[in-house]
């Protein structure tokens, strides 16, 4: 839905029953070349929303996306089936008004290159999550996560680091 507002890179598979809606005012869903987006995949960019995913990026099944925050997903990133990226928040700050009518929040996400979401993992408006991370099955980001760490839990917390490999050469004379 929304199609003139949905750019497709070359090589990106879209299986069945996947929908992406970019409908609405200034919307953009864009995949760069060789994403692949698996079935049941739910991606909606609500009023204002950009949504970009890098190249050679998986999606698995049953995945949902949505703003109306901004959300950008690095290059070759692995997410898998029945997570939740979502760019918004209800405020509710105000007892004596519905929740419904108090307004949401639209930080945006930001997902780094290389990094790997297990099972179920739910993130949350306003995260960075850095290039290289490990997130563990079922946890629940709620805070930024440094490049090359493995968090886990709920809320997600950072059990060890992985570090980017070095030049070997630098270690023999």
Not at 27 to 41: H, S
Not at 120 to 128: F, K, L, N, P, S
Request: proline share 4%; net charge neutral; aromatic share 6%.
């Amino acid at each position: 839905m929304g199609t003139s507002a949905i750019e497709l890179g070359q090589g990106v598979r879209i299986f069945k029953d996947a929908h992406i809606n970019a409908l609405g005012k200034n919307n953009r869903v864009v995949f760069a070349e060789n994403v692949q987006v698996q079935y049941g995949v739910d991606i909606r960019a609500l009023d204002n929303t950009h949504v970009f995913v890098d190249k050679n990026t998986f999606i698995g099944p049953y995945v949902c996306i949505s703003g109306p925050g901004n959300i950008r997903i690095g290059k070759s990133c692995l997410i898998a089936a029945h997570s939740g990226i979502f760019a918004n928040s209800h405020q509710y700050t105000d007892p004596m008004i519905d929740i419904a009518a108090q307004g949401v929040t639209r930080k945006g996400i930001i997902i780094g290159d290389d990094c790997w979401l297990g099972h179920g993992v739910t993130v949350v408006d306003g995260v960075t999550i850095g290039k290289g991370c490990v997130i563990g099955a079922g946890s629940v980001v709620t805070k930024d996560i440094p490049p090359y760490s493995v968090a886990v839990g709920v809320p997600a917390k950072i059990i060890k680091q992985r570090h980017p490999i070095t030049d070997m050469h630098n270690d023999c004379i």
